[in-house]
């Protein structure tokens, strides 16, 4: 039974580029959230995507967007990159919006170091 | 808001000595709270949960907590601690949002560091 899965493993861009990450949720998921956690911090809540749609969103600028497809697989996409979203971004996936039954699965995550 | 505060950055233990990870959070209301691992170079991985009923929640890996109202703590305890304990730890505090999804708050963690 796959978990979270993320691609890249690791990315480095330039400030002012454009990045897109994935995330394939665990099999029979449904719900998918995405985090960023910078160097020596917990994890800080983007957003969350349920039935391709963003149904939470946490303290982001609109530089960050994200989509999630039929096949519950989402991205995360950071427009106009600054040095400070340099961060391991995790993704999160769980059943029915996070139901309190069914708590979040992480995978490993995506380390974006911006230059 | 909600927030978390867990108040040591780093935790220095022998292997074999008993660990406890302290807590606190701040919410207006009863809370849900969680224990997370992280591992370097990995994801978080779930320990216990407390939602509701008795206070001493046990969980895995050997770990338990302790919910105490009257001092906002969720603190993680382990009686003996291995080698392999070595990692991140995270509190978090989640109420059911709007929509019933939850989105819990982390706290900036605690690192576990075991000497042999």
């Known amino acids: 039974d796959a978990g979270v899965t993320q691609s890249p493993t690791h990315l480095i861009k330039t400030r002012g580029q454009q990045v897109t990450l994935r995330c394939s949720p665990k099999?029979?998921?449904?719900?998918v959230s995405w985090y960023q956690q910078a160097l020596g911090q917990g994890p800080q809540f983007i957003f969350q995507?349920?039935?391709?749609?963003?149904?939470q969103r946490g303290n982001f600028p609109d530089r960050f967007s994200g989509h999630q497809f039929p096949n519950y697989s989402s991205e995360l996409n950071v427009n106009a990159l600054l040095l400070g979203d340099s961060a391991l971004y995790l993704c999160a996936s769980s059943l029915g919006q996070g139901d309190f039954g069914s708590p979040l699965h992480f995978g490993n995550g995506t380390r974006l170091t911006v230059t | 808001a909600q927030s978390v505060t867990q108040p040591d950055i780093h935790i220095t233990v022998s292997e074999g000595a008993s660990l406890e990870l302290r807590c606190n959070y701040s919410y207006g209301a009863t809370p849900y709270l969680f224990w997370y691992v992280q591992s370097p170079g990995q994801g978080l991985q779930l320990l216990l949960k407390y939602f509701s009923g008795d206070t001493l929640v046990q969980g895995i890996k050997g770990f338990e907590a302790e919910f105490k109202r009257s001092q906002s703590s969720f603190n993680l305890r382990k009686p003996s601690v291995h080698w392999s304990d070595a990692a991140e730890y995270f509190c978090?505090?989640?109420?059911?949002?709007?929509?019933?999804?939850?989105?819990?708050?982390f706290g900036r963690g605690t690192s576990l560091i075991v000497h042999p």
């Open positions: 099999s029979g998921h449904d719900t």
């Open positions: 978090a505090v989640g109420p059911r949002a709007s929509g019933g999804s939850y989105i819990p708050t």
């Open positions: 995507y349920y039935e391709e749609e963003e149904r």
